[in-house]
T-cell receptor
Framework: DADVTQTPRNRITKTGKRIMLECSQT?????MYWYRQDPGLGLRLIYY?????DINKGEISDGYSVSRQAQAKFSLSLESAIPNQTALYFC????WGGGYNEQFFGPGTRLTVL | GENVEQHPSTLSVQEGDSAVIKCTYSDSASNYFPWYKQELGKRPQLIIDIRSNVGEKKDQRIAVTLNKTAKHFSLHITETQPEDSAVYFCAARTGGAGSYQLTFGKGTKLSVIP
């Protein structure tokens, strides 16, 4: 079945380290998103991309960067990780559909910054 | 930008009773309102959605209602079952054509007591 996958699934790192989270999809969708989930704060959009040459900042992009290497791959980087970036990170994809289409989420990456 | 408020943050109901989760939004231009369900340890998944040209939509035991004038929408679950226990997120679609994105509420943890 077509799916959205994320690597790694869990990561523990130290303050100041650079870290990359990767997302791949076999759904053939053009649109990809990175969200962050914190307890009691819901899902907050970090960055999104509507095609390979399109990158847009979301609500909480400070401290993060992204790369859309191909239609199927969208990576999130933390250049210098800090403890308050400890969270559950989700990648999601969607088709165009006039903007009404379902977003399909990956399994999530749990990141801990010590 | 868009602001989505969701209430309550936690909700406990007896099996077989109904559950209602309410959301309000701030941007009158928002015109698409999906609901996502996240079971413990799993990824969020779309369960129902509604467009602004519709006042109510049903799918078996779940329904969503929308009041555009008051800028609020609600999720109704009837005859609740233990498998309905999860965190539910409402969302509102914002942005113009080519920049559509979802703003999520902070979530409601629903517990169905057998």
């Amino acid at each position: 079945d077509a799916d959205v996958t994320q690597t790694p699934r869990n990561r523990i790192t130290k303050t100041g380290k650079r870290i990359m989270l990767e997302c791949s999809q076999t759904k053939g969708h053009d649109r990809m998103y990175w969200y962050r989930q914190d307890p009691g704060l819901g899902l907050r959009l970090i960055y999104y991309s509507f095609d390979v040459k399109d990158i847009n900042k979301g609500e909480i992009s400070d401290g993060y960067s992204v790369s859309r290497q191909a239609q199927a791959k969208f990576s999130l980087s933390l250049e210098s990780a800090i403890p308050n970036q400890t969270a559950l990170y989700f990648c999601a994809t969607s088709d165009w559909g006039g903007g009404y289409n379902e977003q399909f989420f990956g399994p999530g990456t749990r990141l801990t910054v010590l | 930008g868009e602001n989505v408020e969701q209430h309550p943050s936690t909700l406990s109901v007896q099996e077989g009773d109904s559950a209602v989760i309410k959301c309000t939004y701030s941007d009158s231009a928002s015109n698409y309102f999906p609901w996502y369900k996240q079971e413990l340890g799993k990824r969020p998944q779309l369960i129902i959605d509604i467009r602004s040209n519709v006042g109510e939509k049903k799918d078996q035991r779940i329904a969503v209602t929308l009041n555009k004038t008051a800028k609020h929408f609600s999720l109704h679950i009837t005859e609740t079952q233990p498998e309905d226990s999860a965190v539910y997120f409402c969302a509102a679609r914002t942005g113009g054509a080519g920049s559509y994105q979802l703003t999520f509420g902070k979530g409601t943890k629903l517990s169905v007591i057998p």
